[in-house]
């Protein structure tokens, strides 16, 4: 693991640094109190206390949302990413002593696609992708040669050092302002993605897929109040033309895959005339720590 990435992480049982191990052929990260935790031959490493509530995305997920992001149909969500990340970082150097490499990290980060795009625009950045899938962290140990994977749950504590991380990226994931709030440079930014109301909807009406939740951007912010202050929000669409297993892939990345029957969106699918035309719209949000 980059030693820059290594000096910020902390033990998820006592909060100690951590440091590389190794007996033989086997990897490890261990604390002075002597609690180990395995590095994956995979690349990433499993730091969460205790048994996961949850294994996360399933590797058909991961796989169909690897092939989506690949082609590229969310590009503009990345490079809207990228572009709000560069800014946050210059915030920092301005208003703070920065004289150190940039921590970007990635809470529920999936591939690390995201993760990857924004330490693409970085060149100085180190990046962290935490995630509870197995499968996912996979993919998000390779996504950039400047990023390592975690296994860790964003409800409980983080295994970071406080104050720890320039920029926090939040992608269609679960959002922990507490813990947020701890591990964020006080001039840190936290970049949250979450769908706007008309994200899908050709797709929604016509798959009979999860609706996104009108009231989900007050819930947001109401989530992250009390320890975050918004200091922007902006709205970013895109007009896709899919084919029709590529709608299918689509449907299988997000949850809709755990709500869908495989039968009933077949034969919808079939009824959808090509290219299906579809609408992608997201909210890019951006606080700081109060």
């Given at each position: 693991m980059d030693p820059r990435i290594l000096d910020r992480l902390r033990c998820p049982v006592c909060g100690e640094p951590l440091a590389e191990a190794t007996a033989g052929t086997a990897r490890a990260l261990r604390c002075p109190r002597g609690h180990s935790f395995d590095v994956a031959r995979q690349g990433y490493v499993n730091l969460f206390a205790g048994r996961a509530p949850h294994s996360g995305d399933s590797a058909e997920m991961v796989a169909a949302r690897t092939d989506f992001l690949a082609a590229g149909h969310y590009d503009p969500v990345s490079d809207a990413l990228a572009a709000a990340a560069t800014q946050a970082v210059q915030h920092l150097r301005d208003v703070s002593s920065l004289d150190a490499y940039p921590l970007v990290v990635d809470a529920g980060a999936g591939t690390g696609r995201y993760l990857g795009a924004v330490l693409a625009a970085l060149p100085d950045a180190v990046g962290l992708a935490l995630d509870v899938?197995?499968?996912?962290?996979?993919?998000a140990a390779r996504a950039h040669p400047r990023a390592a994977a975690a296994v860790a749950d964003t409800w409980q504590r983080l295994p970071l050092a406080d104050g720890s991380t320039a920029v926090l990226l939040n992608v269609f994931a679960p959002r922990n302002g507490a813990e947020f709030h701890r591990v964020l440079d006080p001039a840190g930014t936290l970049l949250v993605v979450t769908p706007a109301a008309d994200h899908l909807t050709e797709l929604v009406d016509a798959l009979d897929l999860l609706r996104v939740d009108p009231d989900k951007a007050d819930r947001v912010v109401a989530s992250l109040g009390g320890h975050f202050t918004p200091v922007s929000s902006t709205v970013h669409r895109a007009e896709l033309a899919l084919t029709r297993p590529e709608v299918a892939t689509l449907v299988g990345m997000g949850p809709?895959?755990?709500?869908?029957?495989?039968?009933?969106?077949?034969?919808?699918?079939?009824?959808?005339?090509?290219?299906?035309r579809v609408r992608v719209a997201v909210r890019l949000d951006a606080y700081r720590r109060r």
């Open positions: 899938s197995k499968p996912a962290l996979r993919r809709s895959a755990w709500h869908t029957n495989p039968t009933a969106l077949a034969e919808r699918l079939a009824a959808l005339p090509e290219p299906v």
